[in-house]
């Protein structure tokens, strides 16, 4: 089942606006591949219309990482969905970054909400 970040505040000004998120996957296993499916959604401030930002399906050999980067551009809200199939040692992470780089929020595999499936994209 896949996860989600669920709907993360990102103030719109501020020394605290996020700019980019940043999604960083990891296959820790000795040797099994990987497929990993993202979704990474923003909102603005009405929280009227979901507008994708990403979506990526891709193999993540073992022992290998990926991160993905994605503009948060009149973000006021943002989600990022997850979900990996094959290799069970398989670790995703979500960072929001502010502009000069600095990491406002952290979101840790472990603290993310199973769903029953991903957003359809249209």
Not at 5 to 17: C, D, E, F, I, R
Not at 71 to 94: G, K, R
Request: a negative charge.
């Amino acid at each position: 089942m896949p996860n989600s970040t669920g709907l993360v505040y990102n103030p719109v000004t501020g020394a605290t606006q996020s700019t980019q998120v940043i999604v960083t996957c990891i296959n820790d296993s000795l040797n099994a591949p990987v497929n990993i499916e993202l979704e990474v959604f923003r909102w603005d401030t009405t929280q009227t219309t979901r507008f994708t930002v990403g979506h990526e399906l891709f193999q993540l050999s073992p022992q290998a990482t990926r991160t993905f980067i994605y503009p948060l551009i009149n973000a006021a809200f943002f989600e990022v969905q997850s979900d990996y199939f094959s290799a069970t040692s398989t670790i995703i992470h979500v960072y929001s970054v502010n502009s000069t780089g600095q990491i406002i929020q952290r979101i840790l595999q472990s603290e993310m909400t199973l769903i029953d499936r991903f957003t359809n994209i249209p």
